[in-house]
Antibody, heavy 119, light 108 residues
Framework: EVQLLESGGGLVQPGGSLRLSCAAS????????MSWVRQAPGKGLEWVSG????????PYADSVKGRFTISRDNSKNTVYLQMNSLRAEDTAIYYC????????????WGQGTLVTVSS | EIVMTQSPATLSVSPGERATLSCRAS??????LAWYQQKPGQGPRLLIY???ARATGIPARFSGSGSGTEFTLTISSLQSEDFAVYFC??????????FGQGTKVELK
C-alpha cells in the first residue's frame, strides 16, 4: 500500500523558515518523481515544486521561486521542502504527491501538513 | 501557463441522480487531463487520468470524456460517499501543472 506521510508544519512568523518532510512507503521511491502541492484555507490546489527521481530537475512555481528548495534522500525514501522568507500568503495545507516521470498525473497524495504564517 | 476553468462552482444533486462536471483549458492539453476527488480533511484522490481512464479501484459510475480544451466528468448515479469537491488538472505543459478551482457536489 502506497503511503505518503507529511510532517514539519506549524505556526511560524513572517520571514521565518520551516522544513517539511514527506516519508514514502509502498512503492519504489527512487523511480518516482515527487511534488509538493498546497491548498490555502477554503481554496483550490496550487502546485509548488517538483523533483525528478534522480534530483536533476527541480522546477518551482513563480510564487515560491528563490524562497523554497525541494530535495530528496532516496536512501531514506523522503522528500523535503525547505521554506524560507515565509509570507502570510504561504499559509496552506501542504501535500506531497507522487507521479511517474514525464507527463503524468499525481497518482497518490498524502494527508497534508498545515503551515500557518502569522505574527 | 495553461488556465483551467471548472463549472459549475457548486452542483446540487440528489442521491441516485447523474452529475455532470465540466472543465475547460485555455489551450489544448490533448488528453493530458486528470480528475481528482477531495473530501474534507483528506488529500485528493486520483479518479481519472488521460481524460477517460479510471484509476485503480475507482468505480465504474465515474467516467471522463473530452480532449483538447473541453472535458467532462460524469458520475452516473450519485452515492452518498460521492459528495465531495472535484478538481481537474492538466499535466501536458509542466511546470507548472495547473488545476481548476474545483466543483463542490453537494446534497440537494
Amino acid at each position: 500500500e502506497v503511503q505518503l506521510l507529511e510532517s514539519g508544519g506549524g505556526l511560524v512568523q513572517p520571514g521565518g523558515s520551516l522544513r517539511l518532510s514527506c516519508a514514502a512507503s509502498g512503492f519504489t521511491f527512487s523511480n518516482s518523481a515527487m511534488s509538493w502541492v498546497r491548498q490555502a484555507p477554503g481554496k483550490g490546489l496550487e502546485w509548488v515544486s517538483g523533483i525528478s527521481s534522480g534530483s536533476s530537475d527541480t522546477p518551482y512555481a513563480d510564487s515560491v521561486k528563490g524562497r523554497f528548495t525541494i530535495s530528496r534522500d532516496n536512501s531514506k525514501n523522503t522528500v523535503y521542502l525547505q521554506m524560507n522568507s515565509l509570507r502570510a500568503e504561504d499559509t496552506a495545507i501542504y501535500y506531497c504527491a507522487k507521479k511517474e516521470s514525464g507527463a503524468a498525473p499525481f497518482d497518490y497524495w498524502g494527508q497534508g501538513t498545515l503551515v500557518t504564517v502569522s505574527s | 501557463e495553461i488556465v483551467m476553468t471548472q463549472s459549475p462552482a457548486t452542483l446540487s444533486v440528489s442521491p441516485g441522480e447523474r452529475a455532470t462536471l465540466s472543465c475547460r483549458a485555455s489551450h489544448s492539453v490533448n488528453s493530458n487531463l486528470a480528475w481528482y476527488q477531495q473530501k474534507p480533511g483528506q488529500g485528493p484522490r486520483l479518479l481519472i487520468y488521460g481524460a477517460s481512464a479510471r484509476a485503480t479501484g475507482i468505480p465504474a459510475r465515474f467516467s471522463g470524456s473530452g480532449s483538447g480544451t473541453e472535458f467532462t466528468l460524469t458520475i452516473s448515479s450519485l452515492q452518498s460517499e460521492d459528495f465531495a469537491v472535484y478538481f481537474c488538472q492538466q499535466y501536458k505543459n509542466w511546470p507548472p501543472s495547473t488545476f481548476g478551482q474545483g466543483t463542490k457536489v453537494e446534497l440537494k
